[in-house]
């Protein structure tokens, strides 16, 4: 009887509630109020250590700071070296073919350094396209040799599956080859 009246003793038992679900529990035993408290923290050396983990902090911010403004820099650095590689082209271009007021006047009957410069352009241009036609040609041949590869793997692995004893139309003969490839 005498656990009967621990159990319902109401100052054995406490509410609580988890994240809105009420229920009860016993009570937990309360700790010595000088044993569970830790020292009160000394404000210096609190100061001190949030001032530090601060610095810490903004050492980091900073690193990645420092970090980013040097990818910026370099992307900068690239585009203007695209930037002054592309103006050195057209000014050498322009070079190679002068503007169309000078071939006017030289349209009379007289080839000029102009047009041969064009000529040799237009000749670059096309051995280029026609070696690109020749290389698109081979991986074509390429493709073409690996598409006949396959297919006639394709077709083996096929006929091994057709050979299988499963398709024959006896079932005394499926068994007599199921007998011999166990043997």
Request: with cysteine; glycine share 4%.
């Amino acid at each position: 009887m005498a656990s009967e009246a621990g159990c319902h003793n109401p100052d054995d038992w406490e509410l609580i509630n988890i994240d809105g679900f009420v229920c009860k529990r016993k009570k937990r035993p309360r700790l010595e109020p000088a044993v569970a408290a830790p020292p009160p923290p000394d404000p210096e050396a609190e100061r001190k250590h949030r001032l530090e983990r601060r610095k810490r902090a903004l050492l980091k911010l900073r690193e990645r700071y420092l970090e980013e403004i040097s990818r910026w820099e370099l992307l900068s650095n690239t585009l203007t070296a695209m930037e002054q590689n592309a103006t050195t082209q057209s000014m050498e271009r322009q070079e190679l073919h002068p503007t169309t007021s000078s071939d006017g006047a030289s349209s009379s009957g007289e080839p000029s350094a102009a047009d041969s410069s064009r000529r040799r352009l237009v000749d670059d241009l096309l051995s280029q396209v026609e070696a690109q036609e020749a290389i698109i040609g081979c991986v074509s041949n390429l493709c073409d040799v690996a598409e006949g590869l396959c297919s006639a793997q394709e077709e083996r692995l096929k006929q091994q599956l057709i050979d299988l004893p499963i398709w024959v139309p006896s079932p005394h003969e499926l068994m007599a080859a199921l007998g011999d490839d166990d043997q």
